[in-house]
């Protein structure tokens, strides 16, 4: 039985929605940009979230059996098994990534980062921690494929001033979910060269049917200075609730994290965010596999349209995440494609640009949506191509 009727989605009823994907652009434009899902809420959490609306429960955070639910539901997902007494609950990802960083280096060390790169890693890295950003660029055979440079980041942890690398898998924008023998190596490398790592692994539980995605602290050494950070926000798509978990690598690790995290950024996590993640981890697994199953389905979906329509699109279906990595270089548009889309299509994509270096003939397209609203958005890019 399905958590939910995907062909019940409706533009007319996702443009009631008020979040960022819904407002940023005119009611004409499909908005195929920011990582938000456009399926409807799984159950078990619209239940505890109504009933702490009954209850008049809107207060501070308490963080309750978050951790252990996280646990649990690690344990069963991939096999691993964390210590609840590890998890420090923060209001999401980007913060804990922060939090990791400033606490983990010192001003001015290097922090090694991988392009294609979510836009806001530049941000975070240089802007708020005030780090060096050292670029170590995915490799891209001439079939689109990407790889990790295992050669490259080597080289760079090498380099005296890195002291962190900000690993994000499963990838975003690219959807590569690296290997368990990959995630090893890096392991190794990190430790013999004293290099902390704070692994992003937000899109974790979104590895498609037939995909493992190997949780980094499973293959790590407890002698490595390591997070990891994850969330259910992505996965259930309740990133507006505010609450993601950093995972210490060891004691440690924790007493670092627990005894210099501020309080206050503890308490900035929503309290709705944890109430979400504690049902999602509990209750919402039917309704995550309904999702694998359609984004998996999602992007066999634009493979063969682009294949069948638009040729001149270089694209490698991702192997987790509803994310789409379109090489648009060679399809005669004259500057950013996204702006070319956005303008002859009316639908918002986000723009290569903004992930790094080399980036400028690509697009990131959200495919999070039903077959047939998605069906309409590479219908209204093929028609506006030159
Ligand atoms: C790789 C990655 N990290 C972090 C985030 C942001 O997560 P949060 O809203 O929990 O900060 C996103 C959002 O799309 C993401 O894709």
Redesign the pocket.
């Known amino acids: 039985m399905s958590a939910f009727d995907v062909d019940a989605i409706s533009l007319a009823s996702l443009h009631q929605r008020a979040s960022a994907k819904w407002r940023a652009y005119e009611p004409d434009v499909i908005p195929a940009w920011?990582?938000e899902m456009d399926f409807p809420l799984a159950e078990p959490i619209a239940a505890a979230l109504h009933d702490a609306i009954d209850r008049s429960d809107v207060g501070y955070r308490w963080i309750g059996e978050l951790p252990d639910a996280l646990a649990s539901f690690a344990d069963a997902t991939w096999g691993w098994n964390i210590n609840p007494e590890h998890v420090i609950v923060l209001p999401?990802?980007?913060?804990s990534?922060a939090q990791a960083i400033l606490l983990l280096t010192a001003p001015g060390d290097g922090v090694v980062v991988n392009t294609p790169a979510?836009p806001?890693f530049f941000s975070t890295v240089r802007d708020l921690c005030g780090r060096e950003l050292v670029d170590v660029p995915l490799l891209r055979d001439p079939s689109g494929h990407y790889e990790l440079d295992l050669e490259g980041l080597a080289a760079a942890f090498a380099r005296p001033e890195v002291t962190a690398y900000l690993l994000?898998s499963p990838h975003?924008p690219t959807g590569l979910t690296p290997s368990a023998d990959t995630l090893a190596t890096i392991a190794e490398l990190a430790l013999v060269h004293g290099v902390a790592v704070i692994a992003?692994e937000?899109?974790g539980p979104l590895a498609h049917p037939g995909t493992v995605h190997t949780p980094f602290l499973t293959v790590s050494s407890g002698d490595l200075t390591a997070v990891s950070l994850v969330?259910a926000?992505?996965a259930w798509n309740i990133?507006g609730a505010k609450c993601?978990q950093m995972v210490a690598g060891s004691t440690r690790v924790m007493d670092i994290m627990a005894e210099r995290v501020p309080l206050e950024v503890t308490y900035a996590t929503g309290h709705f965010g944890v109430i979400a993640s504690i049902a999602a981890y509990r209750g919402g697994g039917p309704w995550l596999e309904q999702v694998r199953a359609q984004i998996a389905a999602n992007a066999h979906a634009v493979h063969e349209h682009v294949t069948a329509s638009l040729p001149s699109v270089r694209f490698v279906p991702p192997a987790s995440s509803y994310l789409a990595w379109m090489d648009f270089s060679a399809t005669g548009i004259a500057g950013d494609p996204a702006e070319f889309i956005l303008e002859r299509s009316r639908v918002a994509v986000s723009a290569g640009p903004t992930f790094g270096a080399g980036c400028d003939g690509f697009i990131r397209l959200n495919f999070g949506t039903s077959p047939a609203i998605l069906a309409k958005v590479l219908s209204r890019i093929t028609h506006s191509l030159p």
């Not at 999401?92 to 913060?95: E, G, P």
């Open positions: 920011v990582a999401d990802v980007l913060t990534i979510y806001p994000c975003n992003d937000i899109h969330s926000s992505k990133a993601a």
